[in-house]
T-cell receptor, first 119, second 111 residues
Framework: GAVVSQHPSWVICKSGTSVKIECRSL??????MFWYRQFPKQSLMLMAT?????????EQGVEKDKFLINHASLTLSTLTVTSAHPEDSSFYIC???????????????FGSGTRLTVV | DQQVKQNSPSLSVQEGRISILNCDYT??????FLWYKKYPAEGPTFLIS?????DKNEDGRFTVFLNKSAKHLSLHIVPSQPGDSAVYFC??????????FGRGTSLIVHP
């Protein structure tokens, strides 16, 4: 089945630094990748949608200059949290949608998530 | 405005008994519903789904029921096992649109 690899699984960084999270589709081409954020005891909040080779589409309230998304290839998308602050601490999850499978659950696979802690 | 609601944040069940997780939605345009299971510090994994043209889908111990008139779906797990302890997310989708997720229900199955 489709596998999405997300790295790192956890990261601790100092306030003011930037952190990059990678999301890779291992055995399929991901036409679209999604980035979610999950707060404790809350739902998965969609942050942005990225299509290969084009700019990401950000959800309302998400700062595009703070959360930089790059989808340079059909198998890799990156989320960079710039000038991180403690309030950015959260669990970030990516998801990838495969070409031709958009209407099937098979076309929507989650990565394992990244726990970001900003100190 | 939450279009997908899971009103029970947690559920505790004895091993061997039935677990019933509920989900309500408001958008009548949703035509595909999914349940995901999530362990701590992991991404969600797909569990079971149902199309709006059906009212029941069964896969082993897991059964999803859909009541379109009530805009309600439920996930039944029988018999419940301790390994089923996780957070369960309900999601709803319209066509190929991005699924909308509920807040999740934390299921604890006691041995």
């Amino acid at each position: 089945g489709a596998v999405v690899s997300q790295h790192p699984s956890w990261v601790i960084c100092k306030s003011g630094t930037s952190v990059k999270i990678e999301c890779r589709s291992l055995d399929f081409q991901a036409t679209t990748m999604f980035w979610y954020r999950q707060f404790p005891k809350q739902s998965l909040m969609l942050m942005a949608t990225s299509n290969e080779g084009s700019k990401a589409t950000y959800e309302q309230g998400v700062e595009k200059d703070k959360f930089l998304i790059n989808h340079a290839s059909l198998t890799l998308s990156t989320l960079t949290v710039t000038s991180a602050h403690p309030e950015d601490s959260s669990f970030y999850i990516c998801s990838a949608q495969s070409r031709g499978q958009e209407e099937s659950h098979y076309g929507y696979t989650f990565g394992s998530g990244t726990r970001l802690t900003v100190v | 405005d939450q279009q997908v609601k899971q009103n029970s944040p947690s559920l505790s069940v004895q091993e061997g008994r039935i677990s019933i997780l509920n989900c309500d939605y408001t958008n009548s345009m949703f035509d595909y519903f999914l349940w995901y299971k999530k362990y701590p510090a992991e991404g969600p994994t797909f569990l079971i789904s149902i199309s709006s043209i059906k009212d029941k889908n069964e896969d082993g111990r897991f059964t999803v029921f859909l009541n379109k008139s009530a805009k309600h779906l439920s996930l039944h797990i029988v018999p419940s096992q301790p390994g089923d302890s996780a957070v369960y997310f309900c999601a709803a989708r319209r066509g190929s649109y991005i699924p909308t997720f509920g807040r999740g229900t934390s299921l604890i199955v006691h041995p």
